[in-house]
């Protein structure tokens, strides 16, 4: 089992290890209201992104996956997380699955960079993970919804997490050729 993440590069991105120094890009990406804006509404205190990147890191060491800090080959730029967890959310009903996540800074929206990330994340999955994987994405965020779509995700039904109605997709597991 992996203890940290292996290091994933596609052609314009990084996709890393969470270290303890990335505390303070992590704490701004969460801090915007533009990242949270589907993803529970309210910019995250400081106290709750160190939280955050615990878990990013416990998640590897725990459960051999966990998340990604995503940076842009050309400037290292930290610009997102990408990744699988266990967040033993309290919804109903509850997931079954390791659940993929990600988030991108919206200055970066409409490059590509989000299907080039989950594909790596993807074809990592495919490979280690060995189980179906699922996502909760609010109806409202109709470009998560489409990438999720795109990479084999298939609503399944509606789940309900801090008193709001979320689709739950499911994405079939592909064996380790990703077919």
């Not at 990600?102 to 299907?115: D, F, M, N, R």
Request: a negative charge; aromatic letters at 14%; one cysteine or more.
């Amino acid at each position: 089992m992996l203890t940290q993440a292996p290091r994933l590069e596609t052609e314009r991105l990084v996709l890393r290890q969470f270290t303890v120094d990335d505390f303070a890009p992590l704490a701004a990406f969460w801090a915007d209201p533009g990242v949270v804006k589907f993803i529970g509404g309210e910019p995250q205190s400081a106290e709750a992104s160190w939280n955050r990147l615990l878990r990013y890191i416990g998640h590897w060491q725990a459960l051999g996956y966990g998340y990604w800090a995503v940076f842009e080959k050309q400037s290292d730029r930290y610009i997102g997380s990408f990744g699988l967890q266990d967040a033993k959310r309290d919804l109903t009903p509850a997931l079954a699955f390791p659940e993929a996540g990600w988030a991108l800074t919206p200055e970066v929206h409409g490059k590509g960079y989000a299907s080039e990330a989950l594909d790596a994340m993807l074809q990592w999955a495919d490979r280690n993970v060995n189980m179906p994987l699922c996502c909760i994405i609010d109806e409202e965020n109709q470009r998560s919804i489409h990438l999720a779509e795109r990479f084999g995700f298939r609503f399944e039904h509606n789940v309900t997490y801090h008193s709001k109605a979320v689709g739950m997709y499911l994405r079939p597991f592909l064996g380790s050729s990703g077919q």
